[in-house]
């Protein structure tokens, strides 16, 4: 079975905190994402990586930085937080099988920004 | 024109009868479709995949491609209460899974 963790299941921090979100995938998947989810707007990708060291912005990387030192860890960073990032927060990893990808999706990360 | 529509509901459907849900996209390149269920609270849980044209069956679900109408649909028999949710569709786009905003589904006993 696949499968996606991720650091925290809810977090609530102050505006101008830094937030460190961390997603693990044991399957040795290539390709991990980051999305964020808001009523009404649905999934919004942030941040995507194909490979060690290797990241793409998404829809919406305005805020955010990434971080993929390991083949299994993908970061998603908040340098100073803002109440507009309250979200819950979406790692997902996905499988390449003879290129039909499947994408699999962590437990999600509830983030509220006081 | 959004990449991938769906009606975002919610669908009401009496418990024992057959929801279908629906979704339209705009790239006519792409190869691969999905659909995710999502509970409330909860991250997306892949529950069917499809690749060609025509229909594809896992238990009580049925998804169903038409590449030159650009419509894939999910159809969910004997629905039960347990199915109520949001249903999400994904369509692989050239670089990465573009998803719709999802349709709910509500499954009244």
């Known amino acids: 079975d696949v499968k996606v963790t991720q650091s925290s299941r809810y977090l609530v921090k102050r505006t101008g905190e830094k937030v460190f979100l961390e997603c693990v995938q044991d399957?040795?998947?290539?390709?991990m994402f980051w999305y964020r989810q808001d009523p009404g707007l649905g999934l919004r990708l942030i941040y995507f990586?194909?490979?060690?060291?290797?990241?793409e912005k998404g829809d919406i990387p305005e805020g955010y930085s990434v971080s993929r030192e390991k083949k299994e860890r993908f970061s998603l960073i908040l340098e100073s937080t803002s109440t507009n990032q309250t979200s819950m927060y979406l790692c997902?990893?996905?499988?390449?099988?003879?290129?039909?990808?499947?994408?699999?999706f962590g437990p999600g990360t509830r983030l509220t920004v006081l | 024109q959004k990449e991938v529509e769906q009606n975002s509901g919610p669908l009401s459907v009496p418990e024992g009868a057959i929801a279908s849900l629906n979704c339209t996209y705009s790239?006519?390149?792409?190869?691969?479709f999905f659909w995710y269920r999502q509970y409330s609270g909860k991250s997306p849980e892949l529950i069917m995949s499809?690749?060609?044209?025509g229909d594809k069956e896992d238990g009580r679900f049925t998804a169903q491609l038409n590449k030159a109408s650009q419509y894939v649909s999910l159809l969910i028999r004997d629905s039960q209460p347990s199915d109520s949710a949001t249903y999400l569709c994904?369509?692989?786009?050239?670089?990465?899974?573009?998803f719709g905003s999802g349709t709910r589904l509500s499954i009244r006993p």
């Open positions: 790239d006519r390149v792409s190869q691969s």
């Open positions: 499809i690749y060609s044209n």
């Open positions: 399957m040795d998947h290539e390709n």
């Open positions: 990586s194909y490979d060690v060291k290797m990241k």
């Open positions: 994904a369509v692989l786009g050239a670089s990465k899974i573009i």
């Open positions: 997902a990893s996905t499988r390449r099988d003879k290129g039909k990808d499947t994408q699999y």
